[in-house]
């Protein structure tokens, strides 16, 4: 195995998410010139994941759905190679739909993209320092860009100062990437402590991941046309690894009624502002007050990671994000079903951390554990996931949010962008298992409370409630909530790596002629 990266074979987003560059947009777009958008492609601006001093003013990351590959004349026989949720899409499989919680409101049906006969083939992002955004938009969109491409949309974005719109600071929760690949796991090595250092091959194709094997993905035979110019797979030697570098990328419109959340908020606190900013907090699961550290209301630090003095922003991001749920098993200080907890767990393999060989093998038997609803969440090192996303529209403070809308007003979002080498294990777990899931944790009749649907599912017609756990005392219910956030869009995209973009752009006549016959195909 590879001891380091290529970073000037990765797309910057993995790396980077150019939070710094605070302007940007993603162009939805559709292939109407096949050979036009290969010839694009060989010419476009891609920013690598190289470090530069000093930063790039600007980015450009590309991206395509199996539908995008399909048009740029990938043969079929490369895209089986693909997951089969990726291939599918989001919106493919009514199934998919409702695992998801994308159903009532939230329907592909009513998506503004994305949803059946709406899949854009791919996605072009756009990232720029303050003023320098139009002119990037610009350059980009030349005349070969109007030949090869027909615009659907162009999302933008806003600078929230890193909120999200309800307020919120955002983006503090990552995963340290193990990009010097020092992390050792097998399939038989259990982890027993919460770690923040996740498997290279969680987020990259071509690595190994926290199961000590590799996702599955495109690997091309000496008989494919053009495999010469890719690289060897590590795990399968003589195949040519399509997806080396490369990544699933995972996008949501999630518009978000801040109005709707701030003023049920304080309906049920009485219209004390104190109690309205603790209940939103408990649904948080964080600190509202964005001091720093906007402390989780779990208070457990891990021992050694942090000073309170320290004001160095990579060590208070640490101390942001390096703690758990250990203190708080009953979730009296961050109630079970915070959002953040949802989102979250924080929990090792095998609950109650045993100390010793005869109770690691006890609690291996699932013997031994003083907490039942420990097992009822998944280990968490195989469901990180890296975000990337950005707010869109205007932001309201709460105050503002709880007067009358105006009859021109606009709800903002944020645009949802998860970057993830396993779509099925890592974003469709975390949203089927965590987030929409009654049961999650041994509650019931709840959802997420900011993502979840309200809408009914099977042996639970109600999903609208939230528990406030007491020491000593019977549980507070809210009840009733609304639904705060509404799907409006969403696909998946594979973001390829700069070698196999190269090699899409030189996919010739032959190749696109194999692929409408069949030549190539193997079944």
């Known amino acids: 195995m590879s001891s380091s990266v290529d970073y000037s074979d990765v797309q910057g987003l993995v790396r980077f998410g150019f939070g710094k560059m605070t302007e940007a947009c993603y162009i939805l777009l559709n292939i109407k010139n096949a050979p036009a958008a290969r010839a694009w492609l060989t010419s476009s601006p891609i920013t690598t994941a190289i470090k530069l001093d000093p930063p790039p003013e600007t980015a450009l990351q590309i991206a395509f759905t199996s539908h995008g590959l399909e048009a740029l004349g990938v ?128 987020f ?44 699933y990328v995972v996008m949501r419109e999630l518009q978000q009624d801040v109005r709707a959340f701030w003023q049920f908020l304080d309906k049920v606190a009485g219209s004390n502002p104190v109690e309205r900013y603790k209940l939103a907090e408990a649904l948080v699961g964080r600190g509202f007050s964005g001091g720093e550290p906007p402390v989780p209301l779990s208070k457990n630090p891990i021992p050694g990671v942090g000073t309170s003095d320290n004001q160095d922003k990579r060590k208070l991001d640490i101390e942001r994000n390096q703690f758990t749920f250990d203190s708080d098993p009953a979730g009296t200080r961050c109630p079970l079903g915070a959002h953040i907890r949802r989102g979250n767990p924080r929990n090792a393999d095998i609950p109650d951390d045993p100390k010793g060989l005869i109770s690691h093998l006890i609690h291996r038997l699932g013997f031994g554990n003083t907490n ?15 975000r990337r996303g ?77 528990s406030l756990p007491k020491e000593n005392g019977v549980r507070r219910r809210v009840v009733d909530m609304p639904q705060f956030i509404t799907v409006r869009g969403g696909a998946y995209f594979f973001l390829p790596s700069i070698r196999t973009l190269n090699y899409l752009s030189k996919i010739d006549g032959r190749v696109a002629a194999a692929k409408q016959t069949g030549v190539t195909d193997r079944d």
């Open 75 to 202: 043969p079929s026989n490369m895209i089986v190679g693909f997951s089969a949720e990726f291939i599918v899409g989001m919106a493919g499989e009514e199934d998919r739909s409702r695992r998801l919680g994308d159903t009532g409101t939230n329907s592909p049906s009513s998506w503004r993209w994305g949803g059946l006969g709406k899949v854009p083939h791919l996605v072009v992002m756009l990232f720029a320092n303050p003023h320098l955004l139009e002119g990037w938009k610009r350059s980009v969109m030349d005349a070969a860009w109007n030949t090869a491409f027909e615009e659907i949309e162009c999302l933008p974005t806003s600078d929230m100062g890193g909120r999200e719109p309800f307020g919120f600071v955002d983006g503090i929760s990552q995963p340290d990437i193990d990009w010097e690949q020092r992390r050792k796991v097998s399939s038989n090595c259990d982890q027993l402590k919460y770690g923040n250092l996740v498997c290279l091959g969680e």
């Open 204 to 247: 990259l194709l071509g690595y190994s991941n926290e199961y000590g094997k590799y996702t599955d993905r495109p690997l091309l035979t000496p008989e494919d046309p053009g495999s010469e110019e890719l690289l060897e797979a590590e795990d399968h030697p003589g195949k040519k690894d399509l997806g080396l570098n490369g990544t």
């Open 390 to 466: 950005r707010e869109y529209g205007r932001s309201l403070t709460p105050e503002e949010a709880l007067q009358p809308a105006p009859p021109s007003d606009s709800q903002p979002g944020l645009h949802f962008v998860a970057v993830n080498s396993n779509i099925e294990r890592q974003f469709e777990f975390v949203q089927n298992a965590w987030m929409m899931r009654t049961k999650f944790d041994g509650l019931t009749e709840e959802s997420d409370p900011l993502l979840g649907n309200r809408e009914a599912v099977r042996g639970c017609p109600f999903t609208s409630a939230f």
């Open 372 to 386: 039942p609803r420990a097992d009822l969440i998944a280990s968490t090192r195989f469901h990180r996931l890296l």
